[in-house]
Nanobody
Framework: QVQLVESGGGLVQAGGSLRLSCAAS????????MGWYRQAPGKQRELVAS???????NYVDSVKGRFTISRDNAKNTMFLQMKSLKPEDTAVYYC?????????????WGQGTQVTVSS
């Protein structure tokens, strides 16, 4: 059974830092593109950052220069280092695993972890 287990959310003051972790099943981690999405109250879920199996990264403009996504293939774990946090970063953050293109494999989601940034 494939599982994505997130950890590391919490409450932090503006300007602070947090690191999110996502532990994935070995069966998918080596071939799936991993990513972090977030959803704030009343807003659509958005892609924050993604990282391919070759460690090619992509970020939404609002977090560039502040967030860093990485992956430890030996530990089947993905991270999101968040610095200079702003109140508008407050959201539930979800770990995502996307299969290679042109396959019939499914996408997986974690249960979400709350990040709250106080002003």
């Amino acid at each position: 059974q494939v599982q994505l287990v997130e950890s590391g959310g919490g409450l932090v003051q503006a300007g602070g830092s947090l690191r999110l972790s996502c532990a994935a099943s070995r069966s998918i981690f080596s071939i799936y593109t991993m990513g972090w999405y977030r959803q704030a109250p009343g807003k659509q879920r958005e892609l924050v950052a993604s990282i391919t199996t070759e460690s090619i990264t992509n970020y939404v403009d609002s977090v560039k220069g502040r967030f860093t996504i990485s992956r430890d293939n030996a530990k089947n774990t993905m991270f999101l280092q968040m610095k200079s946090l702003k109140p508008e970063d407050t959201a539930v953050y979800y770990c995502n695993a996307r299969p290679p293109p042109y396959t019939s494999a499914r996408t997986y989601w974690g249960q979400g972890t709350q990040v709250t940034v106080s002003s």
